[in-house]
């Protein structure tokens, strides 16, 4: 069963159309990277996956026990949140809130699956530490592990690597990948990278206000959006 379908979606702001004819179709485990132009509509439908946004027309349905409220959603950061004043622990401990919805306090269940996510993402020695005194690798591995709090099934991820040097970000993607790859967790990732997303995604969705291509990774390489796009990278 399909973990996403998406079927002739369109998405409108004060009665203008910003995307149009979106087709596409998600299993567990795929990792689908969104790629276009600044204002090609991938914000918008990442708000329409959130539930954000509604679409104009079409529908979004979640299969396999997914719902809207149960995505791990990694946003880009603004200079706010990069000075947010908590601890990491704290930072953490707050994806929890959409998942479980206990009350005001948190449960041990919660504390402990901080703790694990933590661990994972190598920031436990970090717990107590301010967020906003972390360096911004650092940062990023924090918010991964909030985004796992609230979710084991799939994570939306909306430009991830953004003000990152090369060499974090491919630990960030090395990351994300081995999320993928070992523990089943389905991947949506908004990139402007074509490079280290590219080699690891299975599908591409290229939008550029309506749908130019939904494939696999090797048709979209093969394909004229692709080629275009990328500028003849065979090799990526």
Same mark, same amino acid.
């Given at each position: ?25 998600? =299993? #567990?485990?795929?990792? +689908? ?7 090609? !509509?991938? @914000?918008? $439908? ?46 953490v401990l707050s994806g929890c809130i959409g998942r479980f919805g206990n009350g005001l306090f948190?449960? =041990? #269940?919660?504390?402990? +699956? ?7 993402? !190598?920031? @436990?020695? $970090? ?11 650092q940062q990023q591995r924090v918010r991964l592990a909030r985004a796992l709090c609230a979710t ?23 990351m994300i990948e081995h999320l993928n790859k070992t523990e089943g967790i389905t991947v949506v ?17 290229? $939008? ?29």
């Open positions: 069963m399909a973990q996403i379908q998406c079927t002739d979606l369109s998405f409108t702001y004060d009665g203008v159309t910003v995307a149009e004819g979106i087709n596409f179709t998600l =299993k #567990k485990g795929d990792y +689908l990277c969104i790629v276009g132009e600044n204002g090609s !509509g991938k @914000s918008t $439908l990442v708000r329409g996956l959130l539930g954000l946004k509604a679409p104009a027309a079409g529908t979004i349905t979640f299969g396999d026990g997914l719902f809207a409220r149960g995505i791990g959603y990694l946003p880009q950061q603004t200079h706010l949140q990069k000075d947010f004043p908590a601890s990491v622990r704290e930072v948190y449960t =041990k #269940k919660e504390k402990q +699956l901080a703790a694990y996510h933590m661990e994972k993402m !190598g920031i @436990s020695d $970090l717990a107590g530490r301010c967020y906003r005194e972390l360096s911004g690798g084991g099934e799939l994570l939306l991820l909306d430009e991830p690597t953004a003000g990152l040097d090369p060499i974090v970000s491919r630990e960030l993607y090395a990732m908004v990139s402007h990278d074509t490079g280290a997303p590219f080699y690891a995604a299975s599908h591409v969705l290229h $939008l550029k206000h309506s749908q130019l291509f939904f494939g696999t990774r090797e048709d979209y390489l093969a394909s004229e959006a692709g080629k275009s796009f990328l500028g003849g990278l065979s090799d990526v």
